[in-house]
């Protein structure tokens, strides 16, 4: 049997391997989604609304087939084998995306071959995601106060590729040329095949029980202490999940009028909290543990849906409403998604050691209480930068640093969050269903990033889109008409704004138009701000029902 006698940073040294792992996949992703954007609307010549629905839409399913993948794993392949088959069709989607680059003058085909890279990083992402998480938490023994510490440190090892990515990615396609946008893409599929290769040559040697005995090579269920219950998700809860989740599909397509992968990703959600909540295996304990990080994944929501216009709407901010010179340089706009990385890989020492330090003196917060001033603390980071945008005028550019500063406050939020629920999924969860729990957790992401999408629709038409209008014909006063409604578009107008991707009107959100940059940041400063306060209140009721494992 195998021995895991020698650590590194004070941790098991599986620790590490799946660090750089998790490193280069997240490279990958980043990497591609820093320019993806930028692709759409500056190759592909998509509107900035069709451009963040297709975001939105992308974002959302890479964070809801860790569901299947999770579910897979747990039943059926283990963890180890689930994350090379993810690593290898992140790879090829990767490798699509450089075809469709390759060929952005045919926008029909450069589109296709996108959809078709698109579904390969989806469900790649399935199999790879839930899996590398839920590997961590089974490298320590039960009660090893490390385990906080560990997905601190995992989580360093995500933000580390995601500086790298936009630096590399953004650096060789975001040139200006829509023909370079193909290098930057082909650079995270290498970064993809690197890092499958690095895991599949030495998981067997580290990535081990402190007993041992390798961790994911059979399907968790398999190591479930108490054989007494039932392995997962049996046929009734799959079949009471497959009812429901047609029926919301339903619900949320054709009645509540959302679109198809809307509909599709919210219904997922509601199906499996039904199916896991009425799981007759459930002891009171497990189902009062489970119900807390539904709590907390419900709340998770507002963050990430407000912290993931990093890829769209504050990327278009950062091109066109952001001054980017720097000693005769212009700073690529994709660079600037670099900025929350760095920040993380800095500032997470600082935050674990405050919570060391808090809970040195009994002083420490719950888990809940922690991500409910992340919530608060990103509400902040918008605050700032709506003051830096009050009363910009069209074609006006505000300094750097109110993007930047933006950034840095959402990184301290997100420290207050993201590491802490991954922590708090590995104490909560019961063996059989850690990856299937994991999966929801991400779910919550999916839902997240899909309500981003939606959200950065509602970016307002800027100095972009005047100067298009101007091109096509229609001046500033007459232009400003159309968008209010105050003046009626003719058919020729109406043609030719189709025909450039122009929009003729301002976005709407719950009745009100969206006029500026300020309205549209106070947005999240409401949402997110809001949601913290709630919160901050249920986190005190609910920390009995963890039953000690916060």
């Given at each position: 049997?195998a021995?895991?006698?020698?650590?590194?940073?004070?941790?098991?040294r599986?620790?590490?391997?799946?660090f750089?792992?998790?490193?280069?996949?997240?490279?990958?992703?980043?990497?591609?989604?820093?320019?993806?954007?930028?692709?759409?609307?500056?190759?592909?010549?998509?509107?900035?609304?069709?451009?963040?629905e297709?975001?939105?839409?992308?974002?959302?399913?890479?964070?809801l087939?860790?569901?299947?993948?999770?579910?897979?794993?747990?039943?059926?392949?283990?963890?180890?084998?689930?994350?090379?088959?993810g690593?290898?069709?992140?790879?090829?989607?990767?490798?699509?995306?450089?075809?469709?680059a390759?060929?952005?003058?045919n926008?029909?085909?450069a589109?296709?071959l996108?959809?078709?890279?698109?579904?390969?990083?989806?469900?790649?992402n399935g199999?790879?995601?839930?899996?590398?998480?839920?590997?961590i938490?089974?490298m320590?023994?039960?009660?090893?106060?490390?385990?906080?510490?560990?997905?601190?440190?995992f989580?360093?090892?995500?933000?580390?590729?995601?500086?790298?990515?936009?630096?590399?990615?953004?650096?060789?396609g975001?040139?200006?040329?829509p023909?370079?946008?193909?290098?930057?893409f082909?650079?995270?599929?290498?970064?993809?095949?690197?890092g499958?290769?690095?895991?599949?040559?030495?998981?067997?040697?580290y990535?081990?029980?402190p007993?041992?005995?390798?961790i994911?090579?059979?399907?968790?269920?398999?190591?479930?202490?108490?054989?007494?219950q039932?392995?997962?998700?049996?046929p009734?809860?799959?079949?009471?999940?497959?009812?429901l989740?047609?029926?919301?599909?339903?619900?949320?397509?054709?009645?509540?009028?959302?679109?198809?992968?809307?509909?599709?990703?919210?219904?997922?959600?509601?199906?499996?909290?039904?199916?896991?909540?009425?799981?007759p295996?459930?002891?009171?304990?497990?189902?009062d543990?489970?119900?807390?990080?539904?709590?907390?994944?419900?709340?998770?929501?507002?963050f990430?849906?407000?912290?993931?216009?990093?890829?769209?709407?504050?990327?278009?901010?950062?091109?066109?409403?952001?001054?980017?010179?720097?000693?005769?340089?212009?700073?690529?706009?994709?660079?600037f998604?670099?900025?929350n990385?760095?920040?993380?890989?800095?500032?997470?020492?600082?935050?674990?050691?405050?919570?060391?330090?808090?809970?040195?003196?009994?002083?420490?917060?719950?888990?809940?209480?922690?991500?409910?001033?992340?919530?608060?603390?990103?509400?902040?980071g918008?605050?700032?930068?709506?003051?830096?945008?009050?009363?910009?005028?069209?074609?006006?550019r505000?300094?750097?640093?109110?993007?930047?500063?933006?950034?840095?406050?959402h990184?301290?939020?997100?420290?207050?969050?993201?590491?802490?629920?991954?922590s708090?999924?590995?104490?909560?969860?019961?063996?059989?269903?850690?990856?299937?729990?994991?999966?929801?957790?991400?779910?919550?992401?999916?839902?997240?990033?899909?309500?981003?999408?939606?959200?950065s629709?509602?970016?307002?038409?800027?100095?972009?889109?005047?100067?298009?209008?101007?091109?096509?014909?229609?001046?500033?006063?007459?232009?400003?008409?159309?968008?209010?409604?105050?003046?009626?578009?003719?058919?020729?107008?109406?043609?030719?704004?189709?025909?450039?991707?122009?929009?003729?009107?301002y976005?709407?959100?719950?009745?009100?138009?969206v006029?500026d940059?300020?309205?549209f940041?106070?947005?999240?400063?409401?949402?997110?701000?809001?949601?913290?306060l709630?919160?901050?209140?249920?986190?005190?009721?609910?920390k009995?029902?963890?039953?000690?494992?916060?």
């Open positions: 049997m021995s895991q006698q020698h650590e590194i940073w004070g941790h098991p599986g620790l590490a391997l799946l750089f792992t998790e490193m280069w996949e997240r490279f990958s992703y980043y990497g591609m989604r820093a320019i993806f954007s930028l692709y759409m609307i500056n190759a592909l010549l998509f509107s900035k609304a069709k451009a963040s297709i975001y939105g839409s992308y974002t959302g399913l890479v964070y087939t860790p569901l299947v993948g999770g579910y897979v794993a747990d039943r059926y392949w283990g963890n180890r084998k689930s994350i090379v088959a690593g290898l069709l992140m790879a090829i989607g990767q490798f699509f995306m450089f075809f469709s390759s060929a952005y003058q926008v029909g085909t589109t296709t996108m959809w078709t890279g698109l579904v390969f990083l989806i469900v790649g199999f790879f995601k839930p899996n590398i998480s839920s590997m938490g089974q320590y023994t039960e009660g090893d106060r490390r385990r906080d510490a560990a997905y601190t440190i989580y360093m090892g995500i933000n580390l590729g995601a500086f790298i990515a936009p630096l590399v990615c953004g650096f060789l975001d040139t200006g040329n023909a370079d946008f193909k290098w930057g082909l650079a995270a599929g290498i970064g993809m095949v690197f499958t290769i690095l895991f599949q040559t030495q998981k067997d040697k990535v081990i029980t007993d041992g005995n390798p994911g090579a059979v399907p968790n269920t398999a190591v479930q202490p108490n054989a007494s039932s392995a997962g998700l049996g009734r809860q799959l079949m009471l999940g497959g009812g989740f047609v029926a919301s599909t339903l619900l949320f397509w054709k009645i509540a009028g959302f679109d198809l992968v809307g509909a599709f990703i919210y219904a997922a959600i509601v199906a499996m909290i039904v199916m896991i909540i009425t799981d295996s459930l002891t009171k304990i497990e189902r543990r489970i119900i807390v990080l539904f709590v907390s994944a419900f709340f998770v929501v507002f990430w849906a407000a912290f993931e216009q990093a890829g769209a709407s504050l990327t278009f901010f950062a091109e066109e409403q952001t001054n980017r010179s720097l000693l005769g340089w212009t700073i690529p706009a994709s660079y998604q670099s900025v990385a760095v920040s993380v890989v800095l500032l997470a020492p600082v935050m674990a050691g405050i919570w060391v330090f808090l809970s040195k003196r009994k002083a420490e917060p719950n888990s809940l209480a922690k991500q409910a001033f992340g919530l608060i603390i990103l509400a902040l918008y605050v700032v930068i709506a003051i830096g945008v009050k009363g910009l005028g069209l074609g006006m505000v300094s750097m640093f109110w993007l930047i500063a933006l950034y840095v406050i990184t301290i939020g997100e420290l207050c969050l993201s590491p802490i629920g991954l708090l999924v590995s104490k909560l969860s019961p063996m059989r269903f850690v990856s299937l729990l994991f999966g929801v957790w991400f779910l919550a992401n999916a839902t997240a990033n899909k309500a981003a999408g939606q959200l629709a509602l970016y307002p038409p800027s100095g972009a889109e005047f100067a298009l209008a101007e091109k096509n014909g229609i001046d500033e006063s007459t232009y400003r008409g159309l968008l209010e409604g105050s003046i009626q578009p003719t058919p020729e107008q109406i043609a030719k704004a189709q025909e450039v991707s122009l929009p003729l009107k976005p709407n959100f719950l009745g009100s138009p006029k940059l300020y309205q940041f106070i947005l999240f400063v409401g949402m997110s701000g809001i949601a913290g709630i919160l901050f209140g249920l986190s005190f009721p609910m009995k029902m963890m039953h000690g494992a916060d």
